[in-house]
């Protein structure tokens, strides 16, 4: 699968559109990226995904650049309890498994 | 739907002491894993299934073992714990296809002293 690489760490104002970029510049054409956040503590929990469209669900959009080299997760109006650790992973489609990096840890701040 | 379910919340362990961490789904997905996460850091994969009677290794398995004897159940068994094995726990699970939206249990902190 191919490796990602996110800032450690970003901050956000309330309100405010969060933008979470993301570099896989070895993905390859078959490999999906997928994001999924971490509240504190608590199990993961999945965001959104694509493959070379860009996506948008209740939660987020996600943005892939069209050499797909990159991605940008955006949330559109930032709230508090967004405040989490954001891990982008690229997952190859004859494979189940997430490998995950250390992730973007975004705080929201009032 | 209860989810995914884990128990214990909280273990501590002797060293050379072993025990099972329990992992239960009811939403009936062929797929189980489990992942440890250290402090600050990310999630790695010890072990995954992808169906009764079929179990994999991940990135981390040593010193650990798992059984899939049903589809909702998939405990990880450690023998012989290590100071290294303190850790939380996730289980996970997944239907099979492409949105793998992954289902994660609210985890096991477990210390080896």
């Known amino acids: 699968d191919a490796k990602t690489t996110q800032p450690p760490s970003m901050d956000c104002a309330e309100g405010r559109a969060a933008n979470l970029p993301c570099n896989h510049s070895t993905i390859s054409g078959n490999e999906y990226v997928y994001w999924y956040r971490q509240i504190h503590s608590q199990g993961p929990q999945y965001i959104i995904h694509?493959?070379?469209n860009n996506e948008t669900n209740e939660m987020a959009s996600l943005i892939i650049t069209e050499d797909r080299k990159s991605s940008t997760l955006i949330l559109p109006h930032a709230t508090l309890r967004d405040t989490a650790v954001y891990y982008c992973?690229?997952?190859?489609?004859?494979?189940?498994?997430?490998?995950f990096g250390t992730g973007t840890r975004l705080q929201v701040f009032p | 739907n209860a989810g995914v379910t884990q128990t214990p919340k909280f273990r501590i362990l002797k060293i050379g002491q072993s025990m099972t961490l329990q992992c239960t789904q009811d939403m009936n997905h062929n797929y189980m894993y489990w992942y440890r996460q250290d402090p600050g850091m990310g999630l790695k994969l010890i072990y995954y299934?992808?169906?009764?009677?079929?179990?994999d290794k991940g990135e981390v398995p040593n010193g650990y073992n798992v059984s899939r004897s049903t589809t909702e159940d998939f405990p990880l068994r450690l023998e012989l714990a290590a100071p290294s094995q303190t850790s939380v726990y996730f289980c996970?699970?997944?239907?099979?296809?492409?949105?793998?939206?992954?289902?994660f249990g609210p985890g096991t902190r477990l210390t080896v002293t």
């Open positions: 992973i690229v997952r190859g489609i004859n494979t189940d498994k997430l490998i």
């Open positions: 694509g493959l070379k």
């Open positions: 299934s992808v169906g009764a009677g079929i179990t």
């Open positions: 996970a699970s997944n239907p099979p296809g492409i949105r793998n939206e992954q289902y």
